[in-house]
């Protein structure tokens, strides 16, 4: 099995940074092609960013600019380095693979709450 493992949520005023973390255990090798989602309050699950294969990366209109997706060298732990947060960016954070690759068992998620 894999497991995935996110974290590095909490509470922060709008305009400011927070780096969360996804760590991929179990069967997997590395993390090649992974995402982050997010989901809101009566909002359905939406993908925020991807990297894909050859490491390119996408991401959705509302973060483009401020979002930043990214893995360690050793392709264990991915990263989203979110600044300039607003409220809207409030959501519980996952990570997992984009649409049309294998998916794994949903993480608990990280909680990111932007709020003044």
């Known amino acids: 099995q894999v497991q995935l493992v996110e974290s590095g949520g909490g509470l922060v005023q709008p305009g400011g940074s927070l780096k969360l973390s996804c760590a991929a255990s179990?069967?997997?090798?590395?993390?090649?092609?992974m995402g982050w989602y997010r989901q809101a309050p009566g909002n359905q699950r939406e993908l925020v960013a991807a990297l894909l294969r050859g490491g390119s990366m996408i991401y959705a209109d509302s973060v483009k600019g401020r979002f930043t997706i990214s893995r360690d060298n050793a392709k264990t732990t991915m990263y989203l380095q979110m600044n300039s947060l607003k409220p809207e960016d409030t959501a519980v954070y996952y990570c997992n693979t984009p649409p049309g690759y294998d998916h794994y068992a949903w993480g608990q998620g990280t909680q990111v709450t932007v709020s003044s």
């Open positions: 179990g069967r997997i090798v590395s993390i090649n092609v």
